[in-house]
């Protein structure tokens, strides 16, 4: 499937899950804190194992499903509980799995826009990849339409990567991914041309 074709038309909201994406409902999420102004888009790389794409354990992983012991760098990660409110595979495939108005649990110890504790206030968007490395045409394209369809419910103003909100911690989504482009994108839109980028 490409990536046009894997991209809703229209984006409609039922609470805070995306319609017309595909969703997994993940344990790993809490309450955000009253009058938490969802206003930041982080940006992650994220594959499983390390530059293996389509492999499932992405989305295991975000479950509490993945087999520890099913490859050598999963030890590394063993009980990681973690989540993001979407993954965009290689194809630009959109999954969800958790409740936007809620607090999905990806990125740890954080700060941005004068603010810490990015979880609190944040979106958390994983792209398949490999940090470092290129990120696919589809990628952007669903990336912008997800900002879109974001900016129809929520007052974000900012989108950034992990590295720019846990800098010496956090290195994804890496060089490879092209902020010029995503800011070409955004900017053809009303709704997210006004967004501030690093
Ligand atoms: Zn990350």
């Known amino acids: 499937m490409g990536g046009s074709e894997s991209r809703p038309a229209s984006a409609v909201w039922q609470g805070g899950w995306l319609q017309n994406v595909r969703h997994l409902a993940s344990p790993n999420f809490g309450p955000r804190p009253d009058q938490a102004c ?13 530059g293996e794409y389509g492999t499932g354990a992405v989305q295991q992983l975000f479950m509490n499903q993945l087999d520890w012991n099913a490859h050598p760098y999963y030890q590394g990660i063993r009980g990681l509980e973690v989540s993001a409110h979407f993954f ?3 194809a630009g ?3 969800q799995f958790v409740d936007c108005d809620a ?7 954080s700060a941005w826009r004068g603010r810490e504790r990015c979880n609190d206030d944040s979106i958390g968007i994983e792209l ?5 490395l290129i990120f ?3 990628q952007y394209a669903s990336l912008a339409w997800l900002c879109q369809a974001l900016a129809l419910r929520y007052p974000i103003a900012h ?3 992990h ?10 989504p890496g060089a490879g991914f092209d902020w010029p482009r995503l800011a070409g994108l955004l900017a053809q839109d009303q709704a997210t041309a006004g967004w501030r980028l690093p």
């Open 38 to 50: 969802i206003d930041l888009a982080v940006i992650h790389s994220i594959s499983l194992p390390p």
């Open 88 to 90: 965009i595979t290689r």
């Open 93 to 95: 495939e959109i999954w």
């Open 103 to 109: 607090r999905a649990w990806h990125a740890g110890a």
């Open 128 to 132: 398949e990849g490999l940090e470092g």
């Open 136 to 138: 696919e045409p589809a």
């Open 159 to 161: 989108a950034a990567g």
């Open 163 to 172: 590295e720019h909100i846990a800098p010496g911690r956090k290195l994804d």
